[in-house]
């Protein structure tokens, strides 16, 4: 769910990428969401990597978490520092390889970088939407990723991939366009928050929600609700890191000194990094926005939603190859939620492949560099695009 | 491929389902793909196995035979493999009913521990039996069953199954190749190769 930018860089990269707007939906055609509101007009900032082949058989769609972005991989300019937040994973000769595939990433809806979000102006009003934009679902998400899809004359997707947040909206893609896709890739990810993924998201949302700057969401004329942000995002980091992690990155060292201070600044060098990330977060992200991806993650739930309270029922209408992925320290969605979703699949006679993957950096473990996680997602999508050359003979 | 393997290969119809339970690398499932069109998937406990399977572009799931055999429907697969394994499960009669269960036809390899060697240790030296085939020093053995070959044949007639083919080798743990024993296997075979299905009656 982080946005991981800090790891080390392996030099390899698909080199410049250029952030596009597509826009539809526009007023009398606004877009039914789930909840029944019209939306429209509605933007969708994507990137894309590689060369289409000419049969438009070799497209993937990665899906990115609660706060990621378009930029998968690559860089805007020569003078930017940052790759894009997956540039270990996508790129030339990486583990979806740029060489091969043409890769498309886009802003979720709901966002706040370049997608259609609650910081966008209302065209009612003039205004930013605030909380006045309608709540979105991870569905609504992908419809709009289809209409992406549809625009850029793509009828197909070899494979659709995501981790966490980014993952439900594979499960989302696989249960209903099961024509489009071939394949789909799930890292750390499950058909339903628990109760503990639910706690700690509303935990974030009330830290925003009582900043005394939040103003009902309406803030972005005056002061943002900066330390609600910072501290929800404190308490997403929490969450995407495991004892042993902090143990080793952290333990009890003191931040910039050799005793301890008797007073409330930060003491200890995980207080400083969380408030670094903190404070780094609410630069780049709306606060508002953070309320809605969340909210839509915790609505999510696939036997709720696709099968009368069954996910065996809800997994009989997919028809894609399914690689799924968890990892040994992530707590917030264990593997126990991975093996259950497998489960529904077995018994649906799907074509599904599982690894739990021996990590310790907890769920952010799909985002950083791990030869394991790139050889199962590079070989499985060997597999695929062999099978699917086979069968189109 | 283990000699084994080869010859549990040589029974599988082409185009049919397969599950092989402790895949391994995913050698048999592979080759089954392959050359004979099969629909097949792995278990393996092992990530590392698992990660060379779907190099293969082998189907697998991560996880334990016992666990993951119970969530398949009723006769999911024409076939379900369990090769070098039944030695070292806690429950193998339930194993083999779930087997059964999901499968129209199991194939099921074991080590032969009447095989004359061993006979010949404990006869002579009056130790737990080691090999080439069960390596293991008493206390660090993942071979908790003693399985021979005519102890298997019973088990099969008392739970109402039928043998569908045997085959019994002599052949060493990893080796490609090996014979068939048609003569006195039990005393001869080092490996028995079973493939066995429910008899209409079974319950």
């Not at chain 1, 802003?107 to 009612?124: E, F, H, I, Q, W």
């Not at chain 2, 102890?151 to 060493?172: L, P, Q, Y």
Request: net charge negative; hydrophobic share 35%.
């Amino acid at each position: 769910m982080s946005k991981n930018t800090e790891h080390e860089c392996d030099g390899i990269s698909v080199g410049l990428v250029e952030k596009k707007l597509y826009t539809f939906a526009e007023p009398p055609n606004e877009l039914t969401l789930a909840s029944g509101a019209r939306l429209g007009p509605i933007s969708v900032a994507y990137e894309t990597m590689g060369t289409l082949n000419d049969d438009k058989s070799n497209v993937i769609l990665i899906a990115h978490a609660l706060s990621g972005d378009s930029h998968v991989a690559g860089y805007y300019s020569a003078a930017d520092p940052k790759p894009g937040w997956w540039n270990t994973m996508v790129g030339p000769g990486k583990g979806i390889d740029t060489d091969r595939y043409f890769v498309i990433c886009s802003n979720v809806l709901g966002s706040c970088m370049g997608t259609t979000g609650p910081s966008s102006t209302n065209p009612a009003t003039g205004r930013p939407y605030g909380l006045d934009f309608p709540m979105v679902t991870i569905g609504d998400m992908v419809k709009v990723q289809k209409a992406l899809l549809d625009h850029l004359g793509i009828g197909k997707l070899l494979a659709v991939i995501g981790g966490s947040i980014g993952g439900m909206q594979v499960l989302e893609w696989a249960i209903s366009y099961p024509e489009t896709i071939t394949a789909a890739i799930l890292l750390a990810t499950t058909t339903r928050h628990s109760a503990l993924a639910i706690a700690f998201n509303e935990i974030g949302r009330q830290a925003i929600m009582s900043d005394p700057n939040f103003n009902k969401g309406d803030y972005y004329s005056g002061p943002k609700p900066d330390l609600g942000l910072a501290l929800a995002r404190m308490v997403g980091h929490v969450t995407y890191l495991s004892d042993e992690v902090m143990r080793s990155k952290f333990g009890r060292r003191l931040q910039d000194r050799d005793n301890l201070a008797f007073d409330f600044e930060a003491n200890f060098q995980v207080e400083s990094y969380l408030r670094h990330q903190g404070s780094k977060f609410v630069q780049r992200f709306d606060a508002n926005s953070f309320l809605y991806i969340t909210k839509a993650a915790d609505y999510f739930d696939v036997g709720q939603q696709h099968g009368n309270d069954s996910e065996v029922e809800a997994f009989a209408k997919v028809k894609a190859k399914i690689l799924v992925i968890s990892f040994t320290s992530d707590w917030l969605y264990p593997t126990y939620q991975s093996r259950d979703m497998v489960n529904a699949m077995k018994k649906n006679g799907l074509d599904v492949s599982f690894c739990e993957i021996e990590a310790k950096c907890g769920h952010d473990a799909f985002l950083l560099p791990n030869e394991r996680q790139s050889t199962l997602i590079n070989r499985f999508l060997d597999r695929v695009s062999e099978e699917e050359k086979h069968d189109a003979l | 491929m283990r000699y084994d393997l080869q010859i549990i290969a040589s029974w599988i119809e082409p185009g049919s389902k397969v599950l092989d339970l402790g895949c391994g690398e995913g050698d048999l499932l592979g080759f089954l793909k392959k050359e004979k069109r099969v629909k097949g998937t792995g278990i393996e406990s092992s990530e590392a196995k698992v990660t060379k399977c779907i190099e293969k572009g082998v189907q697998v799931l991560q996880g334990d035979i016992t666990e993951e055999v119970h969530d398949y429907p009723d006769n999911s697969f024409d076939y379900v493999i369990l090769s070098q394994t039944l030695q070292q499960v806690l429950e193998p009669d339930q194993l083999i009913k779930d087997l059964l269960r999901v499968g129209k036809k199991i194939i099921v390899s074991f080590p032969n521990f009447c095989y004359w060697s061993i006979r010949m240790q404990i006869l002579f030296f009056g130790y737990a039996p080691k090999n080439r085939q069960l390596p293991y020093e008493w206390y660090n053995t993942p071979n908790i069953r003693i399985i021979t070959i005519k102890d298997f044949r019973r088990f099969v007639r008392e739970t109402g199954c039928e043998v569908i083919k045997e085959v019994d080798i002599n052949t060493h743990s990893d080796d490609l190749q090996g014979k068939i024993i048609n003569f006195l296997p039990n005393l001869r075979a080092t490996y028995g190769i079973f493939m066995v299905s429910r008899r209409k009656s079974y319950p």
